[in-house]
C-alpha cells in the first residue's frame, strides 16, 4: 500500500530546519563576542593598553591568566650594552588591587657588544635572535603576543656615528617586528644618561617596596659607570626643587602617581673617563701635559709613559706633602664646577653601583659577595692608606690611589659628609639591581595609561 505523505511532519521540518539553523548562529556569535571581550580585557589586565592597528588586534587575541587570584604577565628588555648585549626576561604577579610583584627573572648575555657588528650589520641579528629563543623557552605560548619587547642601548651605542648607531637599532627592530611578541613603534632605542639613572631608581625603589607603600621613604641611587656616573632621588623639600640648575629634574608617572625626581648624569664622570682626565688626557686624544701634576695619583712601580715620576717628585721636592694630598690636588681641579651639591642627600638614604661597589669589595671596605654599608668616609681613609703605601705595599691595581680619592672627592662634591652611610649591593631580595628591571616595568606602566581602542 502506498504512503500517504504526512503534510504535518513535512512542515514541522520545515520550521525546525531554519529555526536550529538560527539558533546555532546566535549561539556562535554570542561566543565570539564573549571570546573577543574577554581576550581584550585580559590584554588590559596584563599589559594595559596599546595603541595602532596592529596592538588593537593583538589585544583581541591574547588569553590573559590568573593563578591563585594573581594576574600574570611579563616583559622582555634586552640591555644592549658597549660589551655584550643582555636579555632579562620577567615574569610578575599582581594581586586584586595591589602593585605587582617580581616573581622570576631569566638571564642570558652574548658577546660582543652591538656596537661591535658596526662594519657588518646583518651579523648582529644572529645573536638578537637567539635571546629571542631564550624568552620564548621561559613564557608560555598564551602569553607572547601580550609580552612587550624592548631594546634599549647604552654606552657602546652612543659612541657610535650616528648612522652606524641607526642602521644596528633598525636591524634590530626588523628581527624585533618578525618575532611573535608586543612591539611597538619605540621597541628600539638608545638611552640617555637620565633615562638610565631613574630606570636604576625604580629598580631599587620597586624591590625596596618604596613604590608598592604610599608615604614610604623612596631611597636613592648612585652609579658610577666608565663614562659617565648618575644621582637619583625623590626630594622632599621645596628649597631643592627651587635650587635644581635646569635639566636636573625629571617628572615620572607610575601607578597613577607622579614623582618629580632629581636625577642628572655627568658624562665625563665616569671612572674611566675621570681616569683620562687625571693624567691630563682628552677623550680620542693622547695626553699632552700635565704629567708632574698628574703622577703622584699612579702607583711608582706603573710605568710606560709615567716611567719618570719618581724623578719628577724629587725635582719638585714634593714628596713631603705625601701623595693623597697631590692625588686629592690633581682630582679637585678635574671636579671643580662641574658637579651640583644639594644639602638634602645628607638626609636621603642611598644605593650605591657599580665602580663604588666594585672598588669598596676590591679593598676589603664590604663583602666582595653580599656587598654591605660603609660611610662615604671609609672612601677617603683606604685612599689615604693606599696611596701612603704604594712604594712598600703595591696594589693589585696602579690606579688604585687615583680612583678611591677620585671616588671620595666625588661624593664630597654631591654634598654627602663623611659620616654618611652608603648601601652597597649588587641584589636586593636576591633580584639583580640593573636598570633593565625599572625600565620594562616603566614601559609596561605607560602602555596600561593609554587607551584601549574601541571593539
Not at 56 to 85: C, K, N, R, W
Not at 313 to 318: K, M, T
Request: proline share 5%.
Amino acid at each position: 500500500m502506498r504512503k500517504i505523505p504526512n503534510h504535518g511532519t513535512l512542515r514541522m521540518t520545515k520550521v525546525a530546519y531554519p529555526l536550529g539553523l538560527c539558533v546555532g548562529l546566535f549561539i556562535y556569535v554570542a561566543y565570539i563576542k564573549w571570546h573577543r571581550a574577554s581576550a581584550a580585557q585580559a590584554f588590559f589586565t596584563i599589559t594595559g593598553a596599546a595603541s595602532g592597528a596592529q596592538w588593537s588586534q593583538q589585544a583581541l587575541s591574547s588569553p590573559g591568566s590568573a593563578i591563585h587570584g594573581h594576574e600574570v604577565f611579563y616583559g622582555i628588555m634586552f640591555d644592549a650594552g658597549s660589551t655584550g648585549t643582555r636579555i632579562h626576561v620577567f615574569q610578575f604577579a599582581r594581586p586584586p588591587g595591589e602593585t605587582p610583584t617580581l616573581t622570576h627573572e631569566t638571564f642570558k648575555a652574548l658577546k660582543p657588544g652591538l656596537s661591535a657588528y658596526a662594519d657588518d650589520v646583518e651579523k648582529s641579528a644572529q645573536g638578537i635572535q637567539e635571546l629571542l629563543d631564550v624568552a620564548k623557552q621561559h613564557i608560555p605560548f598564551d602569553f607572547w603576543k601580550a609580552t612587550p619587547l624592548v631594546l634599549k642601548a647604552t654606552a657602546g651605542l652612543r659612541l657610535l656615528p650616528g648612522e652606524k648607531a641607526q642602521k644596528l637599532l633598525q636591524k634590530v627592530k626588523e628581527v624585533f617586528k618578525a618575532s611573535p611578541f608586543l612591539v611597538g613603534d619605540d621597541c628600539v632605542s638608545i638611552m640617555n644618561g637620565t633615562d638610565e639613572g631613574v630606570s636604576a631608581w625604580i629598580t631599587v625603589n620597586f624591590l625596596t617596596g618604596s613604590l608598592k607603600t604610599p608615604g614610604k621613604s623612596s631611597v636613592g641611587m648612585l652609579d658610577l659607570g666608565g663614562g659617565s656616573t648618575q644621582i637619583t632621588f625623590l626630594p622632599r623639600v621645596e628649597g631643592t626643587l627651587h635650587a635644581s640648575p635646569p635639566g636636573h629634574l625629571t617628572a615620572l608617572q607610575m601607578f597613577n602617581r607622579t614623582y618629580k625626581l632629581y636625577s642628572y648624569s655627568y658624562l665625563g664622570l665616569g671612572l674611566m673617563s675621570a681616569r683620562l682626565a687625571i693624567l691630563g688626557g682628552v677623550e680620542g686624544k693622547p695626553a699632552e701635559g700635565g704629567k708632574e701634576l698628574i703622577s703622584p695619583c699612579l702607583s711608582p712601580g706603573f710605568r710606560g709613559e709615567w716611567e719618570h715620576a719618581e724623578v719628577t717628585y724629587r725635582i719638585l721636592g714634593q714628596k713631603a706633602v705625601g701623595l693623597h694630598e697631590l692625588c686629592a690636588s690633581r682630582v679637585s681641579e678635574i671636579l671643580r664646577n662641574k658637579v651640583h651639591r644639594t644639602e638634602e642627600v645628607q638626609h636621603v638614604d642611598f644605593y650605591a653601583f657599580s665602580y663604588y661597589y666594585d672598588l669598596a669589595a676590591s679593598f676589603g671596605l664590604i663583602d666582595a659577595e653580599k656587598g654591605g654599608s660603609l660611610m662615604v668616609g671609609d672612601f677617603e681613609i683606604a685612599a689615604k692608606y693606599v696611596c701612603r703605601t704604594l712604594e712598600t705595599r703595591p696594589p693589585s691595581s696602579p690606579f688604585a690611589c687615583m680612583d678611591l680619592t677620585y671616588i671620595s672627592l666625588l661624593l664630597h662634591e654631591f654634598g654627602f659628609p663623611k659620616d654618611k652611610v652608603l648601601k652597597l649591593t649588587r641584589k636586593i631580595d636576591n633580584v639583580e639591581t640593573s636598570w633593565a628591571l625599572g625600565a620594562i616595568f616603566h614601559y609596561i606602566d605607560s602602555l596600561k595609561r593609554q587607551k584601549i581602542p574601541a571593539l
